[in-house]
């Protein structure tokens, strides 16, 4: 189910779970700001949960919120996630749902790393 992008911050949402150590995850990347890790339902072969270890609800949260260090933290982990797992020369898709209308179904902010293969067209 969506949820609201900009309602308050769930502190028991799944992310929240993972990041407390509640909920196991198979991790790819960790900082003193960002943990990555493969999605449980990937949509590639290669698919990577990217979140920021502060409690942001969505990118609207995220982008008001978020010290500078914090977005920039996010903004060059990602690339290095994607250079360390050879994304680049072939390409790479980097989503985030904000939102009801946008389909986001977990209220902690969150990228989706995707790759590994030819991507289909994003639908207009």
Same mark, same amino acid.
């Given at each position: 189910?969506?949820?609201? /992008?900009? /309602?308050?911050?769930?502190?028991?949402?799944?992310? !929240?779970?993972?990041?407390? $150590?509640?909920?196991?995850?198979? =991790?790819?990347?960790?900082?003193?700001?960002?943990? #990555?890790?493969?999605?449980?339902?990937?949509? !590639?072969?290669?698919?990577?949960?990217?979140?920021? =270890?502060?409690?942001?609800?969505?990118?609207?949260?995220?982008?008001?919120? #978020? #010290?500078?260090?914090?977005?920039?933290?996010?903004?060059?982990?990602? $690339?290095?996630? !994607?250079?360390?797992?050879? &994304?680049?020369?072939? /390409?790479?898709?980097?989503?985030?749902?904000? $939102?009801?209308?946008? $389909?986001?179904?977990?209220?902690?902010?969150?990228?989706?790393?995707? /790759?590994?293969? #030819? &991507?289909?067209?994003?639908?207009?």
């Amino acid at each position: 189910m969506a949820v609201n /992008g900009t /309602g308050p911050y769930d502190p028991d949402n799944i992310f !929240a779970k993972i990041l407390h $150590g509640d909920i196991p995850c198979n =991790k790819v990347f960790e900082n003193e700001w960002v943990l #990555a890790f493969h999605d449980i339902a990937p949509k !590639a072969p290669v698919h990577v949960i990217i979140i920021p =270890k502060k409690p942001y609800v969505s990118f609207i949260d995220f982008s008001k919120n #978020a #010290a500078p260090e914090e977005i920039s933290a996010l903004m060059q982990s990602t $690339g290095h996630i !994607a250079a360390e797992l050879n &994304l680049n020369e072939a /390409g790479y898709r980097i989503i985030t749902n904000a $939102g009801q209308n946008a $389909g986001q179904e977990v209220p902690h902010f969150h990228l989706h790393l995707l /790759g590994g293969k #030819a &991507l289909p067209p994003f639908p207009v």
